[in-house]
């Protein structure tokens, strides 16, 4: 890479972008759909990388990608920990209450899953694979990106 300012920079405009726009309900939808948000700035980040160095390789395109994406997944993880890690005694009575309604036999596998830290421990889980995933879509939407946006030369 030419300039490695310019480089993280255009990483850090896409994965926040990408991060950002996922915390807003109704669209972070589309992120059940192979993370496409993420897709989204990655091909951003090497959008704008292209236009700042006009030539990159194919390599610099899928890191770039992969980064920002990254980054986004971060911002989203950080900010489901933290509505996870609020959810009070009280909210999970209200929500085995409301459970109730669907099912009678529900709450005693409920309780197991509220209990001994159990939906701290598999939200980690949760968010270590949406970070994963966010990557290699990241990755993904960097190589479309530069696929598209470069000129080929002759």
């Known amino acids: 890479m030419n300039n490695t300012k310019s480089t993280i920079k255009c990483i850090l405009i896409?994965?926040?972008?990408?991060?950002?726009?996922s915390l807003i309900p109704i669209i972070n939808f589309l992120n059940l759909f192979f993370m496409m948000l993420m897709g989204f700035g990655g091909a951003l980040s090497v959008y704008l990388l292209i236009k700042e160095n006009?030539?990159?390789?194919?390599?610099?395109?899928?890191?770039?990608?992969?980064?920002?994406?990254?980054?986004?997944?971060?911002?989203?993880?950080?900010?489901?920990?933290?509505?996870?890690?609020n959810i009070t005694p009280e909210k999970i009575e209200a929500i085995i209450s409301t459970a109730k309604i669907f099912s009678s036999n529900i709450e005693d596998e409920m309780d197991m899953f509220f209990q001994n830290g159990n939906l701290k421990i598999m939200a980690r889980k949760i968010i270590a694979f949406l970070i994963f995933f966010s990557m290699i879509s990241g990755a993904i939407g960097g190589f479309i990106s530069k696929s598209l946006f470069q000129k080929k030369d002759g």
């Open 54 to 85: 006009k030539k990159i390789k194919t390599s610099d395109a899928l890191l770039t990608g992969l980064l920002s994406g990254a980054v986004g997944g971060f911002i989203l993880g950080v900010f489901i920990y933290i509505v996870i890690s």
């Open 14 to 21: 896409g994965g926040i972008a990408a991060g950002t726009v």
